[in-house]
């Protein structure tokens, strides 16, 4: 029973420890989050209370920074150079944030009224300033994460990459967010809720559910390979690339409810399978 109860102790004491670190990075590194689940706009208030001053009317869409969460309804944040709270329930991660050369790239998904799905894109300056924003919808929507975006490129020529369920993947330049290139999902299917990992030659290998075990597309947009596997594997979570090959993980393989790992080489070849 004590072993029990330590073992409790231990995992409590380690997810404490993650949330106050995620709440730190949020607070100390300037952490972003959009406005979302709005008419038109929420109110950035002076305190945690509905009922205190309001300073500013943050528009849809908006972003916000420095953002703390500092209880289960409000987070602390700044738009405009005013520092107040805004209600939890108004305020999205956003499902991308990176940096490149320079500037910063923010994106998010949301759900229209239809049920369809959207992701925008925003690229700010290293003065918070917006150099571009894109906005890509879906045409339809499911269980599954019909947007994804992710960096891609290298780091002499990063990209923007976002791909869309039923349309297909898209490049776009960092620095003016215009398309580079496009691949049609008629050309491959990517499937949704995809996995990404990127080479150091700008190399993608992609996945996702209703889609193939992973495909290869170089830097410059032509498909390489796509592997394929006799085993009955689905809902790919996780590609890692390691010096033996492109290793992908999988809720199911084989056995319902049994998790497992593939490995492909980097010809799309598979080299072996493996299961807890």
Known sequence: MMKRIL???AVLAMLLAAYLGAAAEQGEDGGIMVVANCESWVSLRAAPDTGSERLAEVPLG???KGCDPISQEFIRCEYQGQTGYILSQYLRAPALAAQADGLTVIAVRSYVSSGAESMEVICMDAQGGERWRRVFQSPFGTELDCTDTFMGGTADDPMVM?????????ALELQTGEDRWAVPSEAVNLGGSLSTAVAEDG??????YYGPDP???SAEGKVLWQAQTEHDAY???GIELTDE?????YECVDEHGAEGRICYGYD???LWVAQP
């Open 245 to 249: 090959g492109v290793v992908t993980s």
């Open 162 to 170: 976002v791909h869309v369920l039923g349309i297909g993947l898209r």
């Open 7 to 9: 073992a409790i102790l």
């Open 62 to 64: 908006a972003l916000v």
């Open 203 to 208: 190399t993608m290998y992609i996945g996702g």
């Open 215 to 217: 495909v290869a597309i």
């Open 268 to 270: 799309g070849q598979e």
């Open 235 to 237: 809902w790919m979570t």
